[in-house]
Each structure stands twice: as C-alpha cells, then as structure tokens.
C-alpha cells in the first residue's frame, strides 16, 4: 500500500498491513500464553532479545505473552504511524520511532518513570495541572524521584543536572490550559520531555514534531472510545522504547490482546469521533457562557482559551473537552450532576456518550490541596450526541440548581 497522506486514511489502514498475506480482513486475536519452542537454543536467544527490550524477530518464537504477542505488536504499529503522521507527510524521517502499549495508561506513565530512574536520574520537573493520576504518582515520589512542580515559564530554572524528565499534559487536565510545546522543548535542553496527549490525541496533536521524547496516551479514552477496553501507550524513539520493552517485560505491564484489538478496532474511526465530538463540544461551551449560574467556561476554542495562538500552530483544533465553574460551589455542581438524565456521571472520558464529573472528589482527589480543581469545577467529555440534545439535558439540570 502506498504510504497515506491523510491521518484518516491512515488510522483506518494503520497496522493492518500483513492482513491480506495472512488471509483475514479483520485483526486477529492472539490469545496465547505461551509460545512453540523450534529448540533450546534458539528459543533462549529470542527470550533474551525480547527480555532486555529488543523486538520479536521474523520467524523465532515469541515464546511467553508478557515479551511480546503479535496482537499487541499490530496496535503499537498503528499507533506510532499515526503520532507521527504529519512528520512523514512533510518527507521527515519516522523509522526511528515506535510504539510500547501498557495494561493501563497510568502503567504507561510509571514505565517511563521507572526507565528514567534507571538510568540514574532521580528528579522530575512537572507543570500543574496533571491528571491526577499522574500527579500523585509523582508526588509520592514512589520510584524514588523527588519532583518540582513548577509553572511553564519556569521549567529551564528548575533542572538539575539530577533532572531526567520533564511531565506536561496539554491541554491540561481538567481546565484545558494550553501549553507551548516548542518552547517547553527548548526550555528542557537535553532532558526529555513526557506529554500526555490524551485529550488532544493525534488528530490534533502530534507532539513529536515539536521535539518531545515520550507522547504518552490513557488509550481507554479516545483511542479506543468506547468505554469498553483499558490501555497506555507510549510513542518514543527506538532508544527510549527498549527501555520501557524492559521495564514492562519485568513488571509484567504488558497490554492484554484482548484489550488491544479493541483499541486498534477504533483507530479507523477515531477521527470521525474526535471532529465530531469537537464541532458539538463548541457549540456547548459557547452556550455555557449565557448561563449565568455558571461562572467560567474553560475551552480552548473560547475567546481567550488560546492565549498562546498555538490552535492552528500545535493543535489542529480546540478538541471535544470542557470544565465549567459553578458559581455556587460544590452544592452547585453536585445538584447538576444529579439532576442530569442523558449525560453520564462518570469518571473517564472520550468515549461515544457524554461524560460529566467532579475533578476535585474524584480523579484529582489525591492531588495536594494547593494545586486541587476548585469545588465547583466539572469536567465534560463531550460525546456524539447532538448539540440540542446535550444543551436540553443542561438545561433541565440548571434550572434545578438554585
């Protein structure tokens, strides 16, 4: 197949590329634990090549799941094809990148900790707001990192020469800040900077054309974007990903077949959903901003959402997410979550109905009270539905907050 231009077209043949040859036309589900061994000898090498990070080789054994399994392999392709999509679209050299999927993103995330550390560098430099996941990873300082929270402008000010990573997440999770991917680059120098590109996925944003080593996703949300399958992955250069081959083949991280052909099932409409989600998520928080019960709208495509200009540069749009502040606090927040009938109350996001929860009680509970969403602060994730629809159920559930 010629290579595509468009990410659409792309995300709907990516990784999928040895699907005539084996005579299928839909991915297949490889559910082995274990795996055929041709000898000892051979079945060693390929034991330690997978082991220590390396990648299964042609015609040897993949010999147990936790190395390697080919259904996984498929989602990893496809993946790295697509974060880097508009790099190979200008005539950039990609074959240097590739794709490492985890059980879970937060499995994601610590694997790129835990590579870091091992490779004697015990602080991180990270800029709230994080999901709150990853905030408390880093706070607890499980890995034996200590971090620094900083603002963005202040990132080249806080490294050391003890500094191994650099943790953003933009937009930011769950007031949709915007950061400047370039300029965070720049700051960092020769550390490598970790983007959580969950929110944006790589419709929007493809972090590694502004130089970022790791693009890491909570594939759960977006990329799989049905509610239905758990996963991380991570898009890094070949260097970095034996590192965390070896960090998930130890710890036994590795994403379930399963788990990963419904998430490679979703590629090809990804797109679709995103921009779909997206054009209905604008009309919504320009809606919001009438409401008088609520006092501030966060959404990147809203009058002063793009302070940076970085929609258009960065980010091909202003994505499906939105939080809003209750004039009224947590009260507030709590009567519209209960009085809604449509909308979904529910922790996650990106899948195919609309998401509507409590940052501060819920995702971002353990984070530092400092750096805690406020009380009044909802998070939507706004799904297909149509715009009437979702304004509707708003509506009823606001006339009920007094």
Known sequence: MTKPISFATLAVHAGREDLTALGVHALPIDLSTTAPLVDIDSGGQAYEVMATGGVHAGQSSTVYR??????????ESAMAQLETQRMAKA???????QAVAFGTGMAAISAVCLSRVKAGKNH???????YGGTDHLLASELFGASVSFVEADQIAAAITPETGLVVVETPANPTLQLLD?????????????????TFATPVLQQPLEFGVTYVV??????????GDA?????????????ELRQVRAITGALLDPQSAYLLHRGLPTLSIRVLTAQNTASELANWFLTQSKISDVYYPGLPGGDAKGL??????????????????????????????????HAVSLGSTDTLIQHPAGLTHRPVASEAKPGQGILRISVGLESAADLIADFETALNRVN
């Open 66 to 75: 936790r190395l390697w399994n080919t259904t996984v392999a498929r989602f």
């Open 311 to 344: 929609i258009g540069k960065q980010m091909q749009g202003p994505g499906a997410m939105i939080a809003i502040n209750m004039k009224d606090g947590f009260e507030a927040a709590q009567t519209l979550c209960k009085n809604l009938s449509m909308i979904t």
């Open 230 to 242: 758990m996963g991380g992955v991570v898009v890094t250069t070949e260097k970095h990903a034996v």
């Open 181 to 197: 991917l370039a300029d965070i680059v720049s700051q960092a120098g020769d550390v490598p900077v970790m983007v959580d590109n």
């Open 124 to 130: 991180v430099v990270a800029v709230r707001p994080l």
């Open 217 to 226: 996703h909570s594939a759960t949300k977006y990329i799989g974007g049905h």
């Open 91 to 97: 005539g950039k050299s990609v074959s240097e990148f």
